[in-house]
């Protein structure tokens, strides 16, 4: 099949700007093979959040929903040397596998995966009194509006927020719409209009999955 222009320029784009490395393609090749899902973030925007995460010049990273760790790899490649990242994954197979990618990406000292509902792991890391300065919401979508209540409680002053999937086509725009994970971004977007302390905006992309974007913000 002829390949669409925005695929022609996520590759020129990939290519000429040197995004990936081994670690990182033996990622997702390994997600690949062990059958996990395809969802994860695309080079490009995996590239995004190494850049967010090594502006911000990260220590402590929360990421929510790990499937195989390409993510988590390119947020630990933008974290400070010392940094730590803890990613929360509900899928043992998904953890297993993100454990292999992120250990052959050279993380395995730096990376926690936590096993288990992201909504009984975030009461224990705010019990543990754990903050965090970058917090990376891409997990299920109907529980957004849950995951920015413990990412308010679980930020230090500043923290960057980011969320994948909140355009899911254009869907967030229909509030009639029976998708859980539609009326999750909703609610998720309303929360934001009203919570004072978080700063934030819209970048929508277009990939693999479709016409999509991230929230970026900064928690004050
Ligand atoms: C979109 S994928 C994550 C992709 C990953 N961030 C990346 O870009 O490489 C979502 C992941 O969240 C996990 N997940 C779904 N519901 C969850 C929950 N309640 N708690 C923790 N993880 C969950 C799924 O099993 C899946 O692995």
Excluded at 47 to 73: D, P, V
Excluded at 147 to 162: C, F, I, R
Excluded at 178 to 194: K, M, S, W
Excluded at 206 to 214: I, L, R, W
Aim: net charge negative; glycine share 8%; with cysteine.
């Amino acid at each position: 099949m002829e390949k669409q222009t925005w695929q022609l320029v996520d590759s020129y784009m990939t290519e000429r700007l040197r995004i990936g490395d081994e670690g990182l393609d033996a990622a997702l090749a390994n997600n690949r093979q062990k059958g996990l899902p395809a969802i994860d973030v695309s080079p490009t925007q995996g590239k995004l959040l190494t850049l967010l995460a090594r502006m911000k010049g990260a220590k402590r990273i929360l990421e929510i929903g790990t499937l195989g760790g390409y993510s988590t790899i390119c947020l630990a490649q933008g974290m400070s040397d010392t940094g730590k990242i803890v990613t929360l994954e509900y899928e043992p197979k998904h953890a297993a596998c993100a454990k292999e990618n992120i250990a052959f990406a050279g993380y395995a000292d730096q990376v926690d995966i936590i096993i288990g509902p992201a909504l009984e792991s975030l009461p224990i890391l705010h019990e543990q009194q754990q903050s965090f300065d970058f917090i990376f919401i891409d997990a299920d979508k109907p529980n957004n509006p849950h995951y920015v209540k413990w990412a308010l409680k679980l930020a230090s002053p500043g923290a960057v927020l980011v969320a994948d999937n909140v355009i899911r086509d254009g869907e967030v725009l229909n509030r009639h719409s029976t998708d859980p994970r539609v009326q999750g971004i909703r609610t998720f977007v309303e929360l934001l209009e009203q919570e004072e302390r978080i700063e934030a905006t819209a970048i929508q992309t277009v990939g693999e999955k479709g016409y999509d974007g991230f929230i970026l913000g900064i928690v004050h």
